[in-house]
T-cell receptor, first 117, second 114 residues
Framework: AQSVAQPEDQVNVAEGNPLTVKCTYS??????LFWYVQYPNRGLQFLLK??????LVKGSYGFEAEFNKSQTSFHLKKPSALVSDSALYFC???????????????FGTGTLLAVQP | ETGVTQTPRHLVMGMTNKKSLKCEQH?????MYWYKQSAKKPLELMFV???????ENNSVPSRFSPECPNSSHLFLHLHTLQPEDSALYLC?????????????FGEGSWLTVV
């Protein structure tokens, strides 16, 4: 079965420090991977995605993610955290068993990032 | 401004009421989705429409009834809901086809069933 796991419910980091939010996946074949962010009382905002090519993907708000095929991971990173980065982060993988033309995603359970001033 | 607009943002309804959630996308997409987000649960895909045709119904109870009159609009009709249906309902859209097309979400409609 295809799945995505976010092993940490919460990540705490001090402002100015680097942050990492972890994601591992399980799919057959090549994965299509996504990161979304959800601020309080808001919808999900797209941050970045990996389809193919360079393993380091750059996205919005200074975030980047590193695709590691051997470790089946797609960790989200930022060199210097801001208090305003505090939010809920979701990793998602495209369901490759879905043969339709649409883009069905499987989401992780989310990781709450708390950046302390 | 996400390009996907949902109304109302908040809705309180009784278990015998009938109400509807509305979604409109301004991105020129052809696929639209309803997701349910409950506390401490992964996002649940409810319905998928592609070019106005329903292509996915993820075993959703019949008290939720979707409608997609065109590629830009999506409704979720609600009737005789249960308190456990209280959740954030997210509408989303994407281009059709292509394995890596990004799904864009609206701000959500908070539903409380009393």
């Amino acid at each position: 079965a295809q799945s995505v796991a976010q092993p940490e419910d919460q990540v705490n980091v001090a402002e100015g420090n680097p942050l990492t939010v972890k994601c591992t996946y399980s799919v057959s074949g090549n994965p299509y991977l996504f990161w979304y962010v959800q601020y309080p009382n808001r919808g999900l905002q797209f941050l970045l995605k990996y389809i193919t090519g360079d393993n380091l993907v750059k996205g919005s708000y200074g975030f980047e993610a590193e695709f590691n095929k051997s470790q089946t991971s797609f960790h989200l990173k930022k060199p210097s955290a801001l208090v305003s980065d505090s939010a809920l982060y979701f990793c998602a993988v495209r369901d490759r068993s879905y043969g339709g033309a649409t883009n069905k995603l499987i989401f992780g359970t989310g990781t709450l990032l708390a950046v302390q001033p | 401004e996400t390009g996907v607009t949902q109304t109302p943002r908040h809705l309180v309804m009784g278990m015998t009421n009938k109400k509807s959630l509305k979604c409109e996308q301004h991105l020129g997409h052809n696929a639209m989705y309803w997701y349910k987000q409950s506390a401490k649960k992964p996002l649940e895909l409810m319905f998928v429409y592609n070019f106005k045709e329903q292509t996915e119904n993820n075993s959703v109870p019949s008290r939720f009834s979707p409608e997609c009159p065109n590629s830009s609009h999506l409704f979720l009709h609600l009737h005789t809901l249960q308190p456990e249906d209280s959740a954030l309902y997210l509408c989303a859209s994407s281009r059709e086809g292509g394995p890596g097309n990004t799904i864009y979400f609206g701000e959500g409609s908070w539903l409380t069933v009393v």
